[in-house]
């Protein structure tokens, strides 16, 4: 799956969602992880609505967005994109987020995230 994380050099998730300039793409599954690409979030709109709007297109196709903070509109535009925000409240490493997503992959992932993944298991009545 897509994971984005709101950073200012890979490494790290330091920036809240409305400010980040780029997000990082990781391709996380529970196996292998590999960085991907660099998108660029970077608009001139003077409206908040529109920077929030641009920043949630940019990362159309991803699960997850990792960042330090997410305001309430903004979290509401990418759940509505069927894209779930993870706040870390703190600087973490990419690497460490990575690892960890990889262990609930790996386990028994929550159901939003099985659905998510497309391996949701029917239920049985």
């Not at 994971?3 to 599954?29: C, K, L």
């Not at 940019?58 to 925000?85: E, F, S």
Request: aromatic share 6%; with cysteine.
């Amino acid at each position: 799956m897509r994971v984005a994380f709101t950073s200012t050099d890979g490494e790290q998730v330091d920036r809240h969602f409305g400010e980040s300039e780029q997000f990082w793409v990781w391709e996380v599954g529970p196996g292998s992880a590999a960085f991907v690409e660099k998108l660029s979030a970077i608009t001139t709109a003077a409206d908040e609505e529109d920077r929030i709007a641009a920043r949630a297109n940019a990362v159309a196709g991803c699960t997850i967005v990792y960042t330090m903070q997410i305001g309430g509109p903004a979290a509401a535009k990418l759940v509505a994109r069927k894209i779930h925000p993870m706040k870390t409240q703190d600087v973490v490493p990419v690497a460490d987020l990575v690892a960890k997503l990889q262990q609930v992959l790996r386990g028994s992932p929550p159901p939003w995230l099985r659905k998510a993944m497309g391996t949701e298991p029917a239920t049985g009545a």
